[in-house]
T-cell receptor, first 112, second 109 residues
Framework: SQTIHQWPATLVQPVGSPLSLECTVE??????LYWYRQAAGRGLQLLFY??????ISSEVPQNLSASRPQDRQFILSSKKLLLSDSGFYLC???????????FGPGTRLTVT | GESVGLHLPTLSVQEGDNSIINCAYS??????FIWYKQESGKGPQFIID?????DKRQGQRVTVLLNKTVKHLSLQIAATQPGDSAVYFC????????FGAGTRLTVKP
């Protein structure tokens, strides 16, 4: 069966510090991968998606970036965090042309 | 612009009662819809989906109804249990998935 992992589960970082969140998927190959941010009381905002290694599409301009160094690894990064980067970050995967997305447990990021 | 939204931000029901959570969508071209359940501090969990060529789909204790005429989606939970307490949100697909903010369901014992 497929599983998706995210770490860390929680993170508190000062403004201006770098960020690296990791997501890995097990039990499948060539997944579509997604990074979302969920602000309190708001819907999921798609940040990045990837259909293959090294292929990243950005949905919104921001100080975040994403990379996919391996087939089942998706990384969300920032060089300098802003207060507005605080939120709940979710990684998700889907397969092929299926619309259904499966979510990881999320990372709670607090920028202080 | 196109958006997915919910009629009510919170819903409180008695244990054993049926729950109905509503969702309005504005993009008539959306062809696929999903309901997710999200417990506090966790990632969303798929509950049930429905394609636009269907009006109703049933799962275990859950039913999704789609009214394309008024662009309305609902999730019905039968015999609501304390473990059903969570935020429920809908998502629609039209080239990409768009997610609503969610309704918080609280089940009173």
């Amino acid at each position: 069966s497929q599983t998706i992992h995210q770490w860390p589960a929680t993170l508190v970082q000062p403004v201006g510090s770098p960020l690296s969140l990791e997501c890995t998927v097990e039990g499948t190959s060539n997944p579509n991968l997604y990074w979302y941010r969920q602000a309190a009381g708001r819907g999921l905002q798609l940040l990045f998606y990837s259909v293959g290694i090294g292929q990243i599409s950005s949905e919104v301009p921001q100080n975040l970036s994403a990379s996919r160094p391996q087939d089942r690894q998706f990384i969300l990064s920032s060089k300098k965090l802003l207060l507005s980067d605080s939120g709940f970050y979710l990684c998700a995967w889907s397969y092929g042309s299926s619309y259904e997305q499966y979510f990881g447990p999320g990372t709670r990021l607090t920028v202080t | 612009g196109e958006s997915v939204g919910l009629h009510l931000p919170t819903l409180s029901v008695q244990e054993g009662d049926n729950s109905i959570i509503n969702c309005a969508y504005s993009n008539s071209a959306s062809d696929y819809f999903i309901w997710y359940k999200q417990e506090s501090g966790k990632g969303p969990q798929f509950i049930i989906d429905i394609r636009s060529n269907m009006d109703k789909r049933q799962g275990q204790r859950v039913t999704v109804l789609l009214n394309k005429t008024v662009k309305h989606l609902s999730l019905q939970i039968a015999a609501t249990q304390p473990g059903d307490s969570a935020v429920y949100f809908c998502a629609e697909n039209n080239n990409d998935m768009r997610f609503g903010a969610g309704t918080r369901l609280t089940v009173k014992p």
